[in-house]
């Protein structure tokens, strides 16, 4: 097939390219490199099954192409906040874009959404029929607010013009690949403990969340895709569940750093525990992800530690 996948130079979009070119099929990424970067995809450049397009998706395009996974917009608060009208634009007018494409293409189309959609929730686990707590007027409404409104796009699409759509609510997710910089808790503490730096918990480090590793993720992306008669959303995530606090310590005694814990001021908004219930995944998807923390976390260690030595 001849799959297009937007935001595809980012950390999740370039492990989703690796799986899709690895199964065969044609791999069209589009990015503007906002937050993406031609590392992270560099290795499928001479691959022929591959082909990258620069744009910016809130301007349209005309491809020809099957499947797209729509996953182009910031996805790190730091980078989501910096222009955070740029932000809603992505999510509105770029999905309205790609949902343009699929209806005239006739492809089927899987939204990237976000466990954002809850907020900061107030039923503990989430299931996908928990409708959230957003602050719509804070400074992170620009990112839940938009993927809001884009799966609303997505079923409308669907609803009026029979798009064939798929929704996956992706929790925090890690690997390699994260940008070195994007002030996700995992890419900085890994990259402070390695440093010797002083490791930034926010808040008094009480606040929950459950970290999946980015190859369970994909997997459970190509599921969706892949399943006839299910348009989600489904909640895709890890539920091991662990406080800031303690997985600062987990980082510290993984990378055998000297670096010490300190404390700063906790963002507004930030969510106080987050945790999927992914029974829907495990029953429509016969999904689950598999790959123990400590392995995730020693993979990204180990890719963060390269970056380290190679002093980029
Ligand atoms: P990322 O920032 O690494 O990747 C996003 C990619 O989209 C980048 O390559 C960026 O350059 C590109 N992009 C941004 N705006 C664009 C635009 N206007 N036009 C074209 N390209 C644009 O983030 P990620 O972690 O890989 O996230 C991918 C998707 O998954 C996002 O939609 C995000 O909301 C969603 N998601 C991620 C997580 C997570 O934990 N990583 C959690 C929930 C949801
Ligand atoms: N966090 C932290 N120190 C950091 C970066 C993040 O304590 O250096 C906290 C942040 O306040 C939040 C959690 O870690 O409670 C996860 O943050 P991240 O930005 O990775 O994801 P999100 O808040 O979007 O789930």
């Given at each position: 097939m001849r799959i297009l996948v937007t935001g595809g130079a980012g950390f999740i979009g370039s492990h989703l390219c690796e799986r899709l070119l690895g199964e065969g099929h044609e791999v069209l990424c589009l990015d503007n490199f906002f937050t993406g970067s031609k590392r992270n995809i560099a290795q499928f450049?001479?691959?022929?099954?591959f082909e990258l397009v620069r744009h910016d998706i809130t301007e349209p395009i005309l491809l020809e192409v099957d499947q797209i996974y729509h996953l182009a917009c910031p996805a790190s608060p730091v980078h989501y906040q910096y222009n955070p009208v740029k932000t809603i634009k992505t999510s509105v007018m770029g999905t309205i874009n790609m949902l343009g494409l699929a209806k005239r293409v006739r492809a089927r189309i899987l939204l990237a959404s976000t466990?954002?959609?809850?907020?900061?929730?107030?039923?503990?686990?989430?299931?996908?029929?928990y409708w959230g707590n957003v602050?719509?007027?804070?400074?992170?409404s620009c990112y839940d607010e938009g993927k809001r409104v884009a799966e609303t796009l997505m079923m409308d699409y669907h609803r009026q013009n029979g798009v064939d759509i798929r929704i996956v609510r992706i929790f925090n997710t890690y690997g390699p690949?994260?940008?070195?910089?994007?002030?996700?808790v995992v890419s900085n503490f890994i990259v402070q403990a390695l440093k010797g730096e002083d490791i930034t918990v926010y808040g008094d480090g009480s606040q929950t969340r459950s970290f999946c590793y980015v190859d369970d993720l994909v997997d459970g992306l190509i599921r969706l895709m892949a399943c006839d008669g299910f348009t989600g959303p489904v909640n895709i995530g890890n539920p091991t569940e662990t406080t800031i606090l303690e997985f600062a310590r987990r980082i510290i005694e993984l990378t055998g750093s000297t670096s010490r814990i300190i404390y700063k001021p906790l963002p507004s908004d930030d969510p106080k525990q987050r945790q999927p219930d992914i029974t829907m995944a495990r029953t429509k998807l016969q999904w689950e992800p598999r790959i123990p923390i400590d392995t995730g976390l020693g993979r990204t260690v180990e890719y963060f530690a390269g970056l380290t030595a190679a002093g980029s």
């Open positions: 450049a001479e691959n022929p099954q466990s954002e959609v809850y907020g900061d929730p107030q039923v503990h686990p989430q299931p996908e029929t602050n719509p007027i804070g400074i992170r690949r994260m940008a070195e910089h994007d002030g996700r």
